[in-house]
Each structure stands twice: as C-alpha cells, then as structure tokens.
C-alpha cells in the first residue's frame, strides 16, 4: 500500500523543529548582550521552516474533520449488507453513462475517494489495474476487506491533493460523492485529471443544487439542512443515532410514500427523496448518515458544474438526465494548457 502519512509526520517534523528553533532564537535574544544579532542565521532557517510548513498546510485541500466522519460512517455501514441485485441497480444509476467500450483491454485507472469500495468491487472485474484512494484509514480498511478477493486492486491512503499516480498515467478515473466535501473543488478536479492520459474518461458525481426542482423543494431543501449543520457537529455517539431516526422517520415514510403514490399513477418525479422509493431501508440508513453527518458539503448547479469540468481540462462533457443529480462524464483534453 502507498501510504502518504509521511507526509504528515514531515510536516510534524517541521511544526517541531519550528518551535525549537523559536524556544532557541528567544533564549539567545535575552541571554545574549549582543541580542538579535548572534541569532539572525537561527532565526532565517525556523522563517525558512515555518514558510515550509505553511505552504504545505495551505495546499492541503482536506477537511480532516469530515475525512474523520467518513471513516466512522463507512466502518459502520461497510455495505456488507446490501443486496447485490440492488448493488448493481445503484452501480448503473452512476455508470451507465461511462464510456466502458472506449477503455482498452488493459485499462489502468483510479477511484478517488473510494470509501467501502462499493463500486470498486464491479468496476475492478472490468479493468487490469484500479487505485482505490481514500484519506480515512477506517474506510480504506473496509474496502481493504470487501476488495480482498481482488488481486488487481492497489490501496493508497493519500487525499487528492496527494495521491501518487504519475501525470499522464491513467486509462481513466472516476470520484463519486467526494469532490463537495473538499475545500476546493475545481482544484480537486484539476488534480484528478492531471493524472488522466489525454482522451481519456473522467467519471464524476457531485451534489446537485437542486437547480431543476421548483422552489419549495429548496425551501425544504435548505430546512434540513440546518439539521446538518447541527448534526454533524456532534460527537459521533449523538450523531449516528439521530441520522438512523431521520432513516426511520423522515426518509423511509417519505419514499415508501412515492411508492404507492407512483404505483398508482401520480408523477413523483418531484416527490422529496423519491430516489429511495424502490431503495432497502440499508441504502436509506447509509445516505442518512453521508447527508446529515457530514460538515463540509458543496453543491452545484449543472452549469457549475459544465464550467468546473472545462476549467479542470476536461471536454466532450455529458450528463445523465436521471437521478442521481448531477453525474457527470469528460474527456481529458488531448492539450490542456
Ligand atoms: C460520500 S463518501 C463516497 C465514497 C464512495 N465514492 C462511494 O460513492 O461510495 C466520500 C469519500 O470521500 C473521501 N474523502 C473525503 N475527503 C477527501 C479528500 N480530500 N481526498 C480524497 N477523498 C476524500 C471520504 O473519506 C469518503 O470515503
């Protein structure tokens, strides 16, 4: 497994060897009677250090916090438990815009932000080689396990501001739900498709704005998200209780609803949560937790995201016209400047 944690104990190093020279240059300032003057050198290299150790801090695009949530969440909810004909059904809801037949017979590619590697386990089958990386140890260990049978499959803790693939390397690559959790997302996209050989594909999932519902839609929208915000901010023995309930109480009744309402002929298409009417109770249980634990969460309008995807490098753009809102395919532009 690559691990990129040295780059945290670098980075502790230097936060160390920081303060030393601090403590150091503050006791040769008022022990010495020439003062400033004896610890000019000292106190160049812990400037030097401490430019070192903030320009590495600045180009970190993780939200450690919800890195740390993710863990929590896909050790609990590890998907052992899902139905694999619903596994399948809920792989194609994301994939079935994936240009699988432009893939060569080798195919060489990644999955950024792979959590329990629920889609790594079909996408593995397809391909020679796939990446699965993910910053949560706790989830890389879940998708160590459920990927266990897969020889063709090299695990990589890093975030996307440092996982190491070669620019130019990559057959193709996809992140699913993990782009809005970032501090920045277009910096994230440039970094996925920086390692993506020229044409090749890019699958994307980023949280909708929910530009295409009428407004009380986001008027109950942003009503639960205050929840959220209050939520997520729990310690996780709080916060894992009070998502199941929103399950049990909010999103089960409500899909179970546009269900009936659907099997009877009414149009649902704009029925809150009627993407889970015909989804388990797990699925339900697992997307609770994502949507309500979760601090750092962005959202998109389509033609965000058309202008992410082209500043990122990518070209030939398409995007599903189907829940999940909004899934998104490009190509890397054979020159990106
Ligand atoms: C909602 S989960 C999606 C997991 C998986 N793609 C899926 O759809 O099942 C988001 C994942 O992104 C990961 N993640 C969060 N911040 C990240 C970052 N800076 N770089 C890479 N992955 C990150 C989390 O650890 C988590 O596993």
């Known amino acids: 497994m690559i691990d990129s944690s040295l780059k945290k104990y670098c980075l502790i190093f230097l936060m160390l060897n920081l303060c030393g020279y601090i403590f150091y240059c503050f006791r040769k300032i008022y022990a010495s009677p020439r003062g400033l003057a004896i610890s000019q050198p000292k106190i160049a290299a812990a400037g030097l250090d401490l430019l070192l150790a903030l320009s590495y801090i600045l180009k970190m695009n993780r939200d450690l916090k919800t890195i740390d949530g993710f863990g929590e969440e896909w050790e609990k909810f590890d998907q052992s438990a899902l139905d694999s004909k619903e596994h399948h059904l809920l792989f194609e809801k994301y994939f079935s815009i994936f240009p699988w037949h432009l893939l060569p017979q080798d195919a060489v590619g990644f999955d950024l932000g792979c959590g329990s590697g629920r889609w790594a386990q079909l996408v593995a089958p397809r391909v020679k080689k796939l990446y699965c990386i993910d910053p949560a140890e706790k989830a890389l260990k879940v998708a160590k396990k459920s ?8 695990f990589c ?13 990559m057959n193709f690559g996809y992140s699913l739900g993990v782009l809005h959790h970032i501090p ?8 996925c ?7 090749a594909p890019f699958l994307v999932y980023l949280y909708y704005a929910l530009d295409n519902r009428p407004w009380w839609f986001r008027l109950l929208f942003k009503t639960s ?5 209050l939520f997520s901010h729990l310690p996780q023995a709080f916060k894992g209780p009070l998502c199941q309930a929103i399950a049990l109480f909010i999103y089960f009744p409500l899909a179970r609803t546009a269900y009936r309402a659907e ?12 993407f889970y009417r015909d989804k388990s109770f797990y699925v339900m249980q697992t997307d609770a937790l994502d949507r309500f634990g979760t601090r750092l969460e962005k959202r998109f309008t389509r033609q965000q995201i058309q202008i992410l995807l082209e500043q990122a490098g990518l070209e030939k753009i398409t995007f599903k016209e189907s829940e999940p809102f909004w899934c998104a395919v490009g190509f890397k532009k054979a020159i990106f400047i």
Not at 157 to 162: E, F, G, K, P, W
Not at 184 to 191: A, F, M, P, R, W
Not at 263 to 274: D, E, M
């Open 157 to 169: 803790l890093a975030s996307v501001d440092d996982f190491p693939l070669s620019p130019n390397s």
């Open 263 to 274: 099997k009877i002929g009414l149009n649902v298409h704009h029925f809150p949560l009627t």
């Open 193 to 199: 498709v920086e390692k993506l050989k020229p044409g």
């Open 225 to 229: 998200n205050l929840l959220r915000l």
């Open 184 to 191: 920045d997302t277009l910096e994230g996209l440039k970094s």
């Open 147 to 154: 990927l266990s049978h897969h020889k063709n499959v090299e």
